[in-house]
């Protein structure tokens, strides 16, 4: 599964879009893991993914790409 959203395009899949809202909105990986029923080692690795897919280097990089356009979590 793909979404298409304005900041991200499709280069994410479903749970790591919800992965990265919720490190936009200052989540920490125990926080998300907790939230999303999963380990925090899940979560680390996909915000490895969602990093190295956009080309970021951080989670700051991830907010102000964020902040380009993608909408509220859901």
Known sequence: YTTD???FGAA??????????AARDGKHNA?????R????????NQMAAIL???ELRSRVDLA???GQGLAPSQ
Not at 31 to 35: D, G, N
Not at 37 to 44: E, L
């Open 5 to 7: 959203s304005p900041g």
């Open 12 to 21: 994410l899949m479903v749970a790591e879009r919800a992965v990265a809202f």
């Open 31 to 35: 926080q998300i893991a907790a939230q």
């Open 37 to 44: 029923g999963v380990s925090a080692r899940t979560v680390a």
């Open 52 to 54: 190295k897919k956009l």
């Open 64 to 66: 102000w790409r964020a």
